[in-house]
C-alpha cells in the first residue's frame, strides 16, 4: 500500500463525522483506531436518559457584519449596556429604593419607642413590642430585598458583560492590519481582562451599592430634618463642608492614583505577553536575566501605584471617621443642652444621634465605591475608544458582491505608505494576466510584501487603484473579495485544533474527500503518516510542534482547499532545507496551475518557475519580464542571476575543489 493510500484509508475512517457531525448528534468518532461498534446495549437507556435531558443545540445566530450593526455602531455607555434590559434594571432599581428606605426605619422606631414606650409618664409596653415587631419586619423586608437585589443585579452584569465582551470581540475581527501592528498585543488582552472585569465589579455590587448610599445618605437627610431642624442645620454647617474639602481631595488623588494602577497593570501584560511570545529568542540569546530585572521594574511600578491608592484611602477613611466623632462630640452638647431645657425630646436625640452614625456609614462607603465606579467608567472609556478605533480599511456603503473572477490583476499607478507621508511603495503600475504566475524578486524592504497586502487588501493605497477584472478593489464586499483569494504568509499561522480543522480552516464544510486531494496535491501525505493521529493530530502553540517546512506545506493545503482564483504567497520558499525546498516547489506548480499568483520569491529558483517577473526596489517596479527576456536585458534582474549562478557553481564545486 502506497503512503497516501495508508493515511488516506485507515487515518481517517471516512464520513467527516469528526467534525462535521450534526450538532447535538453522535458523529462517528474523529479518532483513528477501532471502528465505531456502536453503543452496548446496556448502556443504551443511560445514553437515551441523557439525550433526552440535553438542551438544545441550536446554530449560533452570529451574523458578523464587516461594518458593524446598527446597534453595535451606537456610542458605548453603561447606561445604553444597561438599558437594553429594562426590566431587569427598574427591578434592582425598585429593590434598591427598597433596602435604602427600610433599612433606615430602626432609630426613627427606636426614638419613638423610647419618647412613647419608656419615658417618664409614657411606660406601655405594648407600644415597644410593637414597634419592636415592626423593627423585625423592617429588618426582613431588607434583608429579603437585599437578597434579591444581588441576584438581579448579579445576573444583570452578567447578561451586559456577555454582550459587551462579544462587542468587543467582534470588533477586534473587524479592525484592519494597521490596528494590531500599532497596538500592542498585551494592551489590546488588558482591555479584554482587566478593564473588562474593572466594569464586571462595578456592575455586579459597585453601582447599585453607590445607588443604596446615595439614596441612604437622602433619606437620612430628611429625616435629620424632619427630627430636628435645628440639630440637622448644625450638622450641614460642622461636618458637611470639612467632609467636602476632604472628598475633593480624595477624589482628585485617587483619580491619579487609579490612572497610575491601571497603566500599570496593562504594563505588566504588555510585558508578559512580549516575553511569553518570545521565550524562544530569549532563552536563545540568555536575556532571562535582562527580562527578569525589566518585569520587576515594571511590576514595581505597579506596586508602587498601589502603594500610592493605598495610601490616599487610608488618610480619607479615617480621617472622614474621625471629622464624624468630632461633629458628634459637638452635637451631644447641643443636643444634651436642648434636652435638658425640654425643647428636644430624648428619644428624638437618641434617633437623631443613631442616624447621624449612619449619616458617615454611606458617605465612606460611597467614596469606596467611587473608586469602582471610576475604575468602570474609565474601563468604559477605554474600551469605548477601543470600539470606536475605526477600520482603516473599511467597506463602503454601497460595495457589491465581486462576481466570480477570471483573476486579472492591475496595479493603476499605485502608492502606498504605512505612514502616509513616507511612501513605501511609488507609482506601481502593472498588470497581471488571468492564470499568469507573476513573481516580485529584490532586496529586503523594496516593498514586496506591502504589494501583496495591497493585493489582498489588508491596506489600502493612498493613491491609484488596485483592481481585480477591472473592480476596484475598494468597491466590493471584503468577502466577496477574500472568498476567491488565496493568502500564504511568510510565517503561516497554525491554530490550535488538529491538522485536519486547520488544513479545512477557510472551507470548514469540506468533505473528507476535498481534505485528501488537497493534502495528495501538496505533497503532505508522507508528513501526515508520521504523525500519531495522522490528519486528527491536534497541533499544539500554533504548530509549534511541526518543522516550518511542515507548517508552510499545510498552509499551503490550506490554500489550495479553498480553491481560490488568485493567489498571494509571500516567501513560501524561504527558510527551507534542499527536500523541504523542493517539495515545497512542487507543491506550488500543483497550486498555481490555472490560477493568477503573486509569488514573493527570495530565491531565484522559485522566481523562474513564474511567467514573469516583476523587480522590485525601493518602492518601484524596475523591470518586468520573463526570465528569458530579463536575463537578456542585462539590467538588476540579469545582475541578480548572474550572482546567483556564480554562488551555486560555487557551492557545486567548493567540495570537489577542497579535495583535490
Ligand atoms: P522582505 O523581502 O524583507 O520581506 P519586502 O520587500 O517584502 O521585504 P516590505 O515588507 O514590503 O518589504 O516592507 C517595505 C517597507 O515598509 C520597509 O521599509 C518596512 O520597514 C516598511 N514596513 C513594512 N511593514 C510596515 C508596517 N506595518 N508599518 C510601517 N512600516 C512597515
Given at each position: 500500500m502506497g503512503s497516501a493510500m495508508s493515511w488516506g484509508g485507515g487515518g481517517f475512517?471516512?464520513?467527516?463525522?469528526?467534525?462535521?457531525?450534526?450538532?447535538g448528534g453522535f458523529g462517528r468518532?474523529?479518532?483513528?483506531?477501532?471502528?465505531?461498534?456502536?453503543?452496548?446495549t446496556e448502556l443504551q437507556g443511560g445514553v437515551d436518559g441523557l439525550l433526552a435531558s440535553e438542551p438544545e443545540h441550536p446554530a449560533p445566530d452570529v451574523v458578523f457584519n464587516q461594518n458593524g450593526s446598527e446597534l453595535e455602531l451606537k456610542r458605548l455607555t453603561l447606561w445604553r449596556l444597561l438599558t437594553k434590559y429594562r426590566g431587569m434594571l427598574a427591578l434592582a432599581g425598585l429593590l434598591v429604593v427598597v433596602i435604602s428606605v427600610a433599612a433606615q426605619t430602626g432609630p426613627e422606631l427606636t426614638g419613638i419607642a423610647i419618647d412613647d414606650g419608656m419615658s417618664a409618664g409614657h411606660e406601655h409596653f405594648a407600644v415597644v413590642a410593637i414597634l419592636a415587631a415592626a423593627y423585625l419586619v423592617f429588618i426582613a423586608v431588607t434583608a429579603v430585598a437585599q437578597r434579591l437585589q444581588v441576584k438581579v443585579t448579579g445576573r444583570l452584569a452578567a447578561w451586559v458583560m456577555n454582550d459587551l465582551r462579544v462587542k468587543v470581540f467582534a470588533h477586534l475581527q473587524r479592525l484592519s492590519l494597521g490596528f494590531f501592528t500599532e497596538e500592542k498585543a498585551g494592551v489590546v488582552m488588558s482591555r479584554m481582562t482587566s478593564d473588562i472585569e474593572n466594569l464586571q465589579q462595578l456592575l455586579q455590587d459597585g453601582l447599585s451599592q453607590l445607588a443604596i448610599q446615595a439614596l441612604t445618605m437622602v433619606v437620612i437627610t430628611v429625616i435629620l430634618f424632619a427630627t430636628d431642624v435645628r440639630l440637622a442645620a448644625i450638622t450641614v454647617v460642622l461636618i458637611v463642608p470639612a467632609l467636602v474639602v476632604a472628598s475633593l481631595w480624595f477624589k482628585r488623588a485617587s483619580e491619579r492614583g487609579y490612572d497610575r494602577v491601571r497603566d500599570g497593570i496593562a504594563n505588566v501584560l504588555a510585558d508578559l505577553s512580549e516575553s511569553l511570545h518570545g521565550v524562544r529568542i530569549v532563552t536563545a540569546h540568555n536575556r532571562q536575566r535582562h527580562n527578569v530585572i525589566h518585569h520587576r521594574n515594571v511590576v514595581g511600578d505597579y506596586r508602587d501605584a498601589n502603594n500610592y491608592t493605598a495610601h490616599v484611602n487610608a488618610l480619607y477613611g479615617p480621617g472622614t471617621q474621625f471629622l464624624g466623632v468630632v461633629g458628634q462630640a459637638v452635637l451631644l452638647a447641643i443636643g444634651g443642652e436642648m434636652v435638658l431645657h425640654h425643647t428636644l425630646k430624648i428619644g428624638a436625640l437618641v434617633a437623631f444621634f443613631l442616624y447621624l452614625n449612619r449619616f458617615f456609614q454611606p458617605i465612606q462607603l460611597l467614596v469606596q465605591q467611587y473608586n469602582t465606579y471610576q475604575q468602570g467608567q474609565a474601563s468604559v472609556y477605554k474600551l469605548r475608544n477601543l470600539i470606536d478605533?475605526?477600520?482603516?480599511v473599511s467597506e463602503s456603503a454601497d460595495a457589491v458582491e465581486l462576481p466570480p473572477i477570471e483573476g486579472e490583476i492591475v496595479f493603476d499607478h499605485v502608492s502606498f505608505g504605512y505612514d502616509p507621508?513616507?511612501?513605501?511603495?511609488?507609482d506601481i503600475a502593472l498588470q497581471v494576466a488571468p492564470g499568469e504566475t507573476v513573481a516580485f524578486v529584490g532586496?529586503?524592504?523594496?516593498g514586496k510584501s506591502t504589494l501583496a497586502k495591497l493585493v489582498t487588501r489588508f491596506y489600502d493605497p493612498t493613491e491609484g487603484r488596485v483592481l481585480i477584472d477591472g473592480h476596484?478593489?475598494?468597491?466590493?464586499t471584503m468577502r466577496s473579495l477574500r472568498r476567491q483569494l488565496g493568502v500564504v504568509p511568510q510565517e503561516p499561522f497554525l491554530f490550535a485544533g488538529t491538522i485536519r480543522d486547520n488544513i479545512a480552516?477557510?472551507?470548514?464544510?469540506?468533505t473528507d474527500e476535498e481534505i485528501f486531494e488537497a493534502v495528495r496535491t501538496v505533497g503532505l501525505g508522507d508528513v501526515i503518516d508520521r504523525m500519531?493521529?495522522?490528519?486528527?493530530?491536534v497541533v499544539h502553540e500554533r504548530g509549534q510542534t511541526l518543522s516550518s517546512g511542515e507548517r508552510q506545506l499545510i498552509a499551503l493545503a490550506r490554500a489550495f482547499l479553498a480553491h481560490p482564483r488568485v493567489l498571494v504567497l509571500d516567501e513560501?520558499?524561504?527558510?527551507?532545507?534542499l527536500q523541504s525546498e523542493t517539495k515545497i516547489e512542487t507543491a506550488l506548480d500543483a497550486l498555481l496551475e490555472n490560477r493568477t499568483a503573486i509569488l514573493i520569491a527570495h530565491r531565484l529558483s522559485t522566481a523562474m518557475r513564474a511567467d514573469r517577473i516583476a523587480v522590485v526596489d525601493q518602492g518601484r517596479v524596475i523591470e518586468v519580464g520573463t526570465h528569458a527576456e530579463l536575463v537578456a536585458s542585462g539590467g538588476r534582474y540579469a545582475e541578480m542571476y548572474a550572482t546567483w549562478v556564480r554562488q551555486s557553481d560555487l557551492a557545486e564545486h567548493a567540495p570537489a575543489d577542497s579535495g583535490r
Open positions: 475512517g471516512g464520513g467527516g463525522g469528526g467534525f462535521g457531525g450534526a450538532p468518532p474523529a479518532a483513528p483506531g477501532l471502528p465505531f461498534a456502536g453503543i452496548p478605533t475605526e477600520p482603516e507621508d513616507r511612501l513605501v511603495v511609488e532586496p529586503t524592504g523594496a476596484d478593489l475598494r468597491d466590493v480552516f477557510a472551507r470548514p464544510e469540506a500519531p493521529n495522522g490528519l486528527d493530530t513560501a520558499t524561504s527558510n527551507l532545507d
